[in-house]
């Protein structure tokens, strides 16, 4: 009950972040456009189960979409990360589950080099897939690279800086209490 | 059939993916149509809710600024006051007969109604403004809007009972009927969605001399805005041999990170204006009901 607890309050959180700071502010330039919302997926416990984690992505999209007035596209990037992640966590995880029992993904739970590649290659993957959708209906293929490049830079910049600002209290999960 | 079901099973978490990712292009793709919705009428009300408590706070820290603004406003007001002027000729008095002739009539085109920015965005490619007053208010589609100042914004694109959604001029969908406030020769303004400091000015004929620095305002073509309002400033002309016609870089007069209070203007004939011209393209372009 308090992992849901925390986790809905870390969603309103991010999604204020992501509105009316990161949305609002001027642009450092025109390519580069960070998000830092999608970190709510990231952090989500290990525990979930994958159709679930899809539905919370799916709404956790449409809600940024909602505000952003563009329905649809930030769904359907979060739903492309929430579709990687298990096999990335079944990758990087350690095999022998004795040792192994964190809550959820952190520098400390998975160790910093695998952590590192865990959150590059789900924002990298969002990003794409975002900056690949409004190319779509808008702009030129050298754009498209560059921006999908700069922006995962900045989100992976402010995600690691949130990492080291906030360190999260980690818990072993124990049969004692929820 | 079994091993269908059971093929389905094993994979219901790629079919979950699959339909959702679906679903949400489809929302993506349809906006247009979808956007008449009640779904998203729905939430824009919601998102306007949260929108409007957030501005509230926000708005006291850019409050010097707005006063700054508004005793322009006041200002240019002030000077056309009719006390302002005096009459030379103090023996020659024009009366105005209180029965109104039909000569003298004066039809009243455009009306002005306070609003106030809730939403906004300039990052992206096609950025909309959310503004607090909605068809309650009596605002429509095709309404223009202007900054608090009198420089162009951007034009209603929908609108639910309390909120109603802005298309602004740094969308790239937007084409604006402006003209050169020197010559009064019109063009169009359009967005490529590159740089918000950068409006597109097209379809000026290259026989109209333009300098940099030359005021751009809205035109009397338009049928969204009033005539005569600041759009911006040219700020580069781009030579291009291949036509006889300018590309301009305009810069926009209305600062789009700093929208506050806004003008939600209504052509009061719209209505009228493009129910003729759209009947005169009927009938002119018809080829069954007019065979040439």
Redesign the interface.
């Known amino acids: 009950m308090r992992e849901v607890i925390r986790n809905i309050v870390r969603f309103l959180l991010f999604l204020f972040i992501e509105i009316?700071v990161l949305?609002?502010i001027?642009?450092l330039h025109?390519f580069i456009?960070p998000s830092l919302y999608f970190i709510f997926l990231l952090w989500l416990p290990f525990s979930i189960r994958?159709?679930l984690l899809?539905?919370i992505a799916?709404f956790t999209?449409?809600i940024v979409?909602?505000?952003?007035?563009?329905?649809?596209?930030h769904?359907?990037a979060c739903?492309?990360l929430?579709?990687i992640r298990p096999f990335l966590i079944g990758v990087l995880t350690p095999r022998d589950s004795t040792e192994f029992n964190y809550r959820e993904p952190s520098a400390q739970s998975l160790l910093w080099a695998p952590y590192v590649i865990y959150i590059t290659v789900l924002t990298f993957s969002y990003h794409t897939w975002l900056v690949f959708?409004?190319w779509l209906s808008?702009?030129s293929f050298g754009d498209f690279l560059i921006k999908t490049f700069a922006s995962t830079a900045i989100s992976l910049l402010l995600i690691i800086t949130i990492e080291l600002l906030f360190p999260r209290q980690l818990r072993y999960r124990t049969n004692v209490g929820g | 059939m079994r091993n269908v079901i059971l093929f389905i099973r094993r994979y219901?978490?790629f079919f979950?993916?699959l339909l959702?990712?679906i679903?949400?292009?489809?929302?993506?793709?349809s906006?247009n149509k979808?956007q008449q919705a009640q779904f998203?009428q729905w939430?824009?009300e919601?998102?306007g809710q949260?929108?409007t408590r957030?501005k509230r706070v926000e708005n006291f820290f850019v409050l010097g600024e707005e006063n700054k603004r508004l005793h322009r406003v006041n200002d240019s007001l002030l000077n056309l006051l009719a006390q302002q002027y005096v009459h030379p000729d103090t023996t020659k008095r024009m009366v105005v007969d209180t029965i109104r002739q039909d000569s003298t009539r004066q039809t009243r085109r455009y009306y002005f109604r306070p609003a106030s920015v809730i939403?906004?965005?300039?990052?992206?490619?096609?950025n909309?403004i959310?503004l607090d007053r909605g068809s309650l208010a009596g605002i429509t589609e095709n309404m223009s809007v202007l900054n608090a100042d009198g420089s162009t914004v951007g034009i209603i694109v929908s609108v639910s009972p309390h909120f109603s959604?802005v298309m602004s001029l740094l969308h790239?969908r937007q084409k604006v009927n402006v003209a050169l406030q020197k010559t009064g020769d019109f063009g169009t303004l359009e967005w490529d969605?590159?740089?918000?400091s950068e409006l597109l000015l097209k379809g000026l004929p290259k026989s109209v001399p333009v300098k940099v620095g030359d005021v751009v305002v809205s035109s009397r073509y338009s049928f969204n805005f009033p005539p005569g309002y600041p759009v911006g400033v040219v700020s580069g002309i781009v030579s291009d041999n291949s036509t006889n016609f300018y590309l301009l870089k305009v810069r926009p007069s209305a600062r789009f990170?700093n929208l506050q209070h806004v003008f939600v203007v209504e052509n009061l004939q719209y209505t009228e204006q493009s129910k003729l011209d759209e009947d005169t393209r009927k009938r002119i372009e018809d080829p069954k009901r007019n065979p040439r």
């Open positions: 009316y949305d609002s001027p642009h025109r456009s994958p159709r899809l539905w799916f999209g449409l979409d909602y505000f952003m007035q563009s329905p649809g596209l769904a359907s739903l492309v929430a579709f959708l409004e808008f702009g | 219901l978490t979950t993916f959702l990712q679903l949400s292009l489809w929302f993506l793709y906006y979808f998203l939430a824009n919601l998102t949260v929108n957030y939403y906004n965005s300039t990052s992206g490619e096609k909309y959310q959604q790239v969605g590159a740089d918000p990170n």
